[in-house]
């Protein structure tokens, strides 16, 4: 199964004090470029707008970071449902706002996603 994963830039990809952008967050690039090379499509989803959102997509493309989409839904996904909506459709949401988050740590969101594809396996296996 593959998984859409729409993931916040703000204190979850990179340690932020909007709108500056200090640093990459630990383990962000390696665990989601490895989910993207796992197949999976990345939205980053953020509410910076404009020359902050410009400095967000620098930060995401010089660090090296693979994402498919920024502040758009999947085209796949748009012609599955017949339209497009304002809030990002998607499977599994990453956000340091989360409720119970007390920090994002990346190899622990590595861990629960995969946990949640074995659960959906095994849920679709018991049908």
């Known amino acids: 199964m593959k998984l859409i994963i729409a993931i916040d830039f703000d204190n979850t990809i990179a340690k932020t004090e909007y709108p500056l952008i200090i640093a990459l967050m630990p383990h962000a690039k390696e665990?989601?470029?490895?989910?993207?090379?796992?197949?999976?499509?990345?939205?980053?989803?953020s509410c910076r707008a404009s020359k902050p959102a410009e400095d967000m997509k620098v930060f995401l493309d010089c660090h090296g970071i693979h994402y498919h989409h920024i502040n758009e839904n999947d085209p796949n996904r748009?012609?599955?449902?017949?339209?497009?909506?304002r809030k990002i459709s998607a499977d599994v949401y990453i956000d340091d706002h989360n409720i119970?988050?007390?920090?994002?740590?990346?190899l622990v969101v590595y861990d629960e996603i995969q946990a949640y594809l074995n659960q959906e396996k095994t849920s679709h296996m018991e049908m």
């Open 31 to 45: 665990v989601i470029n490895k989910l993207a090379e796992e197949g999976h499509t990345i939205i980053v989803h």
């Open 100 to 106: 119970g988050c007390r920090g994002i740590n990346w």
């Open 78 to 85: 748009i012609k599955i449902y017949g339209f497009d909506t």
